[in-house]
């Protein structure tokens, strides 16, 4: 209830401010029952109302799946709305990999966030009923628990986030920019080959990032420059990457893995993997690689 929710973040105290996002304020909270919650407190209204949206998240509360962040309940009043989910202690993968919260991920670790966010996403496109398409697969969405387990954040939830007090009445989708489907512009249309394509931006991410791997070096260095003079928008991405790199890694871990980023984000949808196809490509090259 609102008072139970009230009381766990202490009035919703500055102190238990965990992050800021599209949707606003998140919160850390213990409920009565001493389960640790991330509470998403939005106060501008900026969901919509109506019974169509409350069926909405019920159908999302249904689903659970261990690379998945359960919304475990939710609560309206009028001009405000809250989202409860489960915790997840070590934050965003975004985060991990800027070094911001001091988590190292070897290449190990990274196969392993990289195939537990893909099953989250295959069970979301292959075995929901109705399926779900995500809408805004991004490093910032995928979170981390306690045992570094990678859980999709926020699925289905963009497209019931109205555009609020940003002044255009485009409504429907909120993807981010970089990670977008190129073919949604043509289109104007997000399908499960959109969260494909914001897949393989997470993978390069996890070749590239800080902290890179050794073998990966070759890589980082080309698409930082891409990187720096777009300003984090990834678009292009894939034409960046030097045909060499690619013949250089070749019969390697890293190379497969390459591989299939670049299958993701291949400009015509029809010439993506399915999710469950990514799922079994990152099994092997864990399984030869790992
Ligand atoms: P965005 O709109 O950018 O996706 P969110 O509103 O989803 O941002 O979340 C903002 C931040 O709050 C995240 O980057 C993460 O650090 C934190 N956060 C969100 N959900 C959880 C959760 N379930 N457990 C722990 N931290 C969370």
Redesign the pocket.
């Known amino acids: 209830s609102y008072d139970e929710l009230r009381k766990c973040t202490s009035n919703f105290s500055d102190r238990n401010v965990?992050?800021?996002?599209?949707?606003?304020k998140?919160y850390?909270g213990i409920l009565c029952d001493g389960l640790l919650?991330?509470i998403?407190r939005s106060q501008q209204g900026s969901m919509q109302g109506g019974l169509e949206f409350k069926n909405e998240i019920e159908l999302l509360s249904r689903v659970h799946h261990k690379n998945l962040?359960s919304l475990i309940g939710f609560c309206f009043e009028q001009r405000e709305q809250m989202l409860v989910?489960?915790?997840?202690?070590n934050?965003?993968l975004?985060?991990a990999l800027s070094g911001r919260s001091g988590i190292y991920l070897d290449w190990k670790r990274r196969l392993q966030i990289a195939l537990g966010s893909a099953r989250g996403l295959a069970y979301l496109h292959e075995l929901a009923n109705p399926p779900i398409i995500h809408r805004?697969v991004?490093s910032?969405?995928i979170?981390l628990d306690e045992k570094l387990t990678a859980k999709v954040?926020?699925f289905g939830l963009s497209k019931l986030v109205s555009d609020g007090d940003k002044g255009h009445v485009s409504t429907q989708v909120k993807g981010t920019l970089g990670y977008l489907d190129p073919e949604y512009y043509l289109t104007q249309q997000l399908t499960e080959k959109s969260d494909v394509y914001g897949f393989g931006v997470i993978m390069l991410e996890l070749l590239i990032a800080k902290q890179p791997i050794e073998k990966g070096k070759y890589i980082v260095r080309e698409v930082k420059i891409a990187m720096n003079t777009k300003d984090e928008d990834f678009y292009g991405l894939r034409e960046m990457i030097d045909p060499a790199i690619k013949s250089m890694l070749s019969g390697t871990g890293l190379g497969k893995f390459l591989e299939v980023a670049l299958q993701c984000l291949e400009e015509s949808a029809n010439d993506r993997p399915t999710m469950g196809e990514v799922v079994r490509s990152i099994e092997t090259v864990l399984r030869n690689d790992g």
């Open positions: 965990i992050g800021s996002g599209g949707y606003g998140v850390r919650v991330a998403k962040v989910y489960e915790f997840m202690a934050g965003s975004r985060d805004d991004k910032s969405n979170l954040a926020d």
